[in-house]
């Protein structure tokens, strides 16, 4: 018998850098479906951010460029005004996108910019070691905010969605988490039609992704998709924000 | 020939950028520069381009990066604290090895500091201004003709290389209208270029842009290879000017603004029998040392004139090696020295040596 390929051909045959338990390798994998279904392989161009997956590209199976911390959507709007007719994403963390990078995400939004963009949010600095992130939850205890994060001192968590939601130039924007399979596939679904918005060209379109950090969280991989349930969940509520009756 | 104008030296970058083949542009506006802006918001979208106001000057470098991932001929402009801005992405720009070209129209520093004329981001141009060990190519122009002449270069010695290459005007520069004598067609050499982020369809593999390696014998090996570059970059493309060299009594060495006056401080002390040479360098990076040091038995002194505190005087000192002593005279905060006190300074050197 033929040996079956298990894995989506956008996606090379490595073994994932990530730790147990991280959902980076389920997005990766969902984002390599996706391009995979609509055959876009050829003509698809990712932005690396900084952070745990700075070099997605040993795994993504297509052009990858690596961005400047939280510059990915400056450097995918220079790929997409040349590339017009190319499909162009940039895959962030919230260090990268909500921290440093505020500036470049809210402006691709505000300009309407035809690109779409995949942010990992799981409420922590992954590859620095546990910081806390703009989107660390109050009393999350990070190596940054050792006693939990006091609002009254290291101010609010930011739900980047419902701001980026709020521009004229967004179309779309879903929030979903990876914490069991039905959840996986909801998100599968929502980064599938992210791609098809901007293949329609109807402007800029974002998926947060309810992530997990099993090592900076210090938890077990099981443990980590129940923190999402009991702690993220409540705080960045998951369903769509904008574009929900848009047919593509 | 081409049509000769007379033209804002800004409106010149632009029109190079344009003849020279780039039609990408992103850029934040900033004085005595914005003029570039205006003229290509109107010409690219015309064309066919793209003209894009980034959020800052931070975005727009990265725009840059972007653009020339894709494979595309890409411009950026600003002056000095928006060029501090561009560092970072200038750096990543080096360490992908994307060629680009950045033009810094220089006003007076530091900080916020004055819009008028300056030379004083000599060192950020030449020495690095981002971190690590990297080198960007750098042209000095002098008129609005070179203006034109070496933006149209830049967007060569960026593809050849793949590098950065910053044109390095300054406000005066920019500002002043002069005639220029445009090319019935420029002469553009299209690059391969094999490493483009620009979909894999076109090429059957995937390709990745990056500036990261965290295995210390690789990334010594990038800088190495980037190292060898540079020295093919020192072999090559060296330029720079000589004007009344030969039996020089003394050495001015000067570029961009202050060397346009020196031309007359010859003249005027030719009257009064002193014979004063002048050595302009065009590249900034890589710099004329050789040639410069090839003075150093034939005069009695060397005299850097700047728009600065004294920041090119370092390599001029480097050049002469200790073997002929170097002045400096500089005027700051936007001022331009007048005919008569580099005349004076002169003078006082020359008196000085012969005591």
Known sequence: MAKERLHPKSIKDKVWHYCPGCSHGIVHRIIGEV????????????IAPVG???????????????????????????????????????????????????????????????????????????MTSGQMAPTTLPQQITTTTPTGRDTAYHGYPIRISEMLALQEGTVFVERVSTHDVKHIRQAKKAIKKAFKIQQAGLGFSLVEVLSTCPTNWQLSPVDSQQW??????????LGNLKGKDIKV | MGEKVLMKGNDVIAEACIRAGCLHYFGYPITPQTEISHYLSKRLPELGGTFLQAESEIAAINMVYG??????????????????????????????????????????????????????????????????????????????????????????????????????????????????????????QVYDKPWATNGMGCRGHSNFITSVN?????????????????????????????????????????YGTTSRIMKNVIKEAKKIGINVGL??????????????????????????????????????????????NCYFYGRMGGHIPSQKELLDEIIRILEKEDK
């Not at chain 2, 006003?107 to 008028?116: E, K, V």
């Not at chain 2, 050049?319 to 002929?324: L, M, Q």
């Open chain 1, 228 to 237: 999402i349930v009991d702690n993220m969940i409540p705080y960045y509520g």
């Open chain 2, 214 to 254: 965290v295995n210390p014998d690789e990334l010594e090996k990038v800088n190495l290879r980037l190292q060898a570059k540079y020295r093919e970059v020192e072999k090559n493309e060296i330029r720079y000017e000589e004007i009344n060299c030969e039996n020089a009594d003394i050495m001015v060495v000067s």
């Open chain 2, 279 to 324: 050595f302009r360098p065009i590249t900034l990076w890589p710099y004329p040392y050789e040639a410069l040091a090839k003075h150093t038995d034939k005069v009695k002194a060397f005299l850097s004139v700047e728009l600065s505190a004294g920041q090119m005087i370092e390599d001029v000192r480097l050049a002469v090696n200790g073997k002929s």
């Open chain 2, 67 to 188: 653009a020339s991932s894709a494979g595309a001929r890409v411009m950026t402009s600003s002056s000095s604290p928006g060029i501090s801005l561009k560092q970072e992405g200038i750096s990543y720009i080096a360490g992908a090895e994307l060629p680009a070209v950045v033009i810094n129209v220089v006003r007076c520093g530091p900080g916020l500091g004055g819009i008028l004329p300056g030379q004083c981001d000599y060192f950020q141009a030449t020495k690095g201004g981002g971190h690590g060990d990297y080198r960007n190519i750098v042209l000095a122009p002098n008129s609005v003709q070179e203006l034109y002449e070496l933006t149209v270069k830049s967007f060569d010695l960026a593809d050849k290389y793949r590098m950065l290459c910053m044109v390095m005007a300054d406000g005066s520069m920019g500002q002043m209208m002069e005639a220029v004598q445009f090319k019935d067609e420029e002469d553009i």
């Open chain 1, 35 to 46: 391009i995979d279904e609509l055959d876009i392989q050829g003509s698809v161009i990712g």
């Open chain 1, 52 to 126: 745990c997956s700075y070099n997605n590209y040993e795994y993504f199976d297509f052009d990858v460029i690596q961005a400047a911390h939280g510059r990915a959507p400056a450097v995918a709007t220079g790929v997409k005004r040349v590339l017009p007719n190319h499909i162009v994403f940039t895959y962030q963390g919230d260090g990268d996108l909500a921290a440093i990078g505020t500036a470049e995400i809210i402006h691709v939004a505000a300009r309407g910019e035809k690109l779409t963009t995949i942010f990992i949010n799981n409420a922590i600095y992954g």
